[in-house]
């Protein structure tokens, strides 16, 4: 009996050693599972903060690449600008304006008016790629061209037409020529190219810019041609 007594203790003691082992192999189990859950959302913020610098990078490339595609118009505008105020005949300066239309807006459609105010017509000077028959009748106030000679207004198109466009309000924008205060011409940009979605804002800067130039250089080599003729005819009266 006493031998069964003991046998039993040992029993009981072998399996509270169990039952404690089970208990610190759970403890452990649990520790580890806690572990494993911190790890997991340590790699959860460590994936989110590489997806986020990754993002960062991406936008950073890509707003570089778009600081040198402005950088490279400016440039490009500064250099047609200076040949604007350096072209000593008019259609050096028209050359020098659908340049600057075609190389940095991105339209090879376009067409340049003065604002005759006795006629009270808008007389076109100069077209490219748009049928000039249907723009010599234009008045003040009359279209998006009519509009802007008479309120010196930039005016764009909500959604530009594409090149080759024949409809007559198919005009993406409207420059104002300005000078002393005064509108003196107007710019029209007819159909887009192709890689050309839409005018963004440096387009808007770059048009406006161009409507402050284009007047004053048109002024300017008038007045060299006056100055030529006058020259001339006082040369040929003293001859």
């Known amino acids: 009996m006493e031998g ?8 009981r003691e072998q399996l509270a050693a169990r ?30 903060r590489l997806a986020e610098r990754e993002r960062m990078s991406r936008m ?30 008019r259609e050096q300066v028209l050359v020098a304006i659908q340049e600057i239309v075609i190389n940095i807006i991105g339209s090879e459609e376009l067409a ?5 105010r006795e006629a009270r017509r808008l007389m076109l000077v100069t077209a490219l790629g748009v049928d000039a028959e249907r ?6 106030g009359q279209g998006p061209i009519g509009e802007v ?8 198109a909500p959604t530009p037409p594409r090149a080759g466009d024949r409809r007559p309000d198919a005009v993406s924008a409207c420059v104002p020529l300005r000078m002393g205060g005064q509108v003196h011409g ?7 190219l192709p890689q050309k979605r839409k005018l963004d804002e440096v387009d808007i800067e770059l048009l406006t810019l161009l409507g402050e130039h284009a007047a004053p250089a048109l002024h300017r080599a008038d007045l060299l041609r006056l100055a030529a003729s006058s020259s001339a005819m006082a040369s040929g009266r003293a001859a």
């Open 4 to 11: 069964l007594r003991a046998e039993n203790a040992r029993l």
């Open 19 to 48: 039952d404690l082992e089970l208990a610190r192999l759970m403890a452990r189990q649990r520790a580890l599972e806690e572990q494993l859950a911190e790890a997991g959302q340590l790699v959860e913020r460590l994936d989110y």
């Open 60 to 89: 950073s490339r890509a707003r570089f690449v778009l600081l040198e595609q402005q950088a490279s118009r400016l440039l490009k505008l500064y250099v047609a600008i200076h040949r604007l105020h350096e072209a000593s005949q």
């Open 112 to 116: 340049l008016f003065r604002v005759d």
């Open 135 to 140: 723009l010599c009748s234009l008045v003040p």
């Open 149 to 156: 000679a008479v309120s010196g207004t930039l005016f764009l």
């Open 186 to 192: 107007v710019l029209a940009l007819f159909g887009l």
